[in-house]
Structure formats: C-alpha cells, structure tokens
C-alpha cells in the first residue's frame, strides 16, 4: 500500500439497508474501506454478498443508510442529487459489463453527452472524444450505432 499517497475514497462505518413492506434486507454491514491514489482495488465476493450495492455507493447512484463516505476530501453521503450529479460527471467513472450506451445516439455522441452536461465547448468535446477513442481502438467505430457493435 502507497501509504504517502491522497487518500481518495474512505468509508467509514458504511451501511445499507433496504426495507420494503414485508423484508428488511442488510446489503452492508459497517463497512471500512480507504483507496489511495494509484491504487489498483478488486471488490470480490459471491453473489448476493453486496459488491453491486457497494458500487452503486461508490458511484454516488445510491447513499448509505449509515456511515461516512468522504471522496477527495469532502463528504459525499448525503450530497443532494443535483451535487451528486456533477460530482459523477467530474470525479467517477464507470466501466459496465454491458454497454449502457444510447441506442439512439452513435458511438461518438454517446461518448460526448457527459462532456456536452459539464458545459464543454464543442472543440475541445471533439478533441477529447476522439483522444479518447483512439485510445480504446474505436476511432473508426465513431459513427456506428450500439445495435452495430459487438462486445
């Protein structure tokens, strides 16, 4: 462990439940966690054991029930969904097992939109774009559709 590395992620005492009518479901129990700047982490586990709703915290796409989470220094957990919004568009990235592109929408505006909500002027979207299309191999898939591509 990189222990002179920023602190990026800290979980403190993380918890999630999930109550509906007739079950109370525990997803995370007191979770603890801290991810240092270049550091490279795996979440692993059976299913079932809570790696997705770990995930969907992490992302900012759900809050815990209990615990602090502090990202870059500034606690996230209960940010109103206008602020979390623009702190996933800024500071998180997802990488999906599935595409969860826009059908509607080729590779490169699928690619654009999130650059286009942070109010980026259209050259320097274009530029970033393909930089970063060339850098996965799929310059040349720029105007293809998601119904066009395999996996």
């Given amino acids: 462990m990189n222990t002179s590395a920023q602190t990026l992620i800290h979980l403190d005492g993380v918890t999630k439940v999930f109550f509906t009518d007739e079950v109370e479901t525990h ?11 270049g550091e490279y982490i795996a979440i692993a586990g059976p299913s079932g054991c809570g790696k997705s709703t770990l995930l969907s915290i992490l992302g900012l ?22 602020e979390r919004a623009r702190v996933r568009n800024r500071e998180i990235g997802f990488i999906f097992q599935s595409f969860n592109l826009i059908g509607d929408l080729n590779v490169y505006e699928n690619v654009e939109l999130p650059l286009t909500y942070r109010g980026m002027k259209s050259a320097e979207r274009k530029e970033r774009v393909m930089s970063a299309l060339e850098k996965v191999g799929m310059a040349h ?3 293809h559709y998601p119904s066009q591509l395999s996996g």
Wanted: charged share 25%; no cysteine.
């Fill in 27 to 37: 997803a995370l129990a007191g979770i603890h966690l801290e991810i240092k700047s």
């Fill in 141 to 143: 898939r720029a105007k």
């Fill in 61 to 82: 796409l759900d809050s815990p029930t209990e615990g602090k989470y502090i990202l870059n220094g500034k606690s996230v957990a209960d940010l109103p969904l206008s």
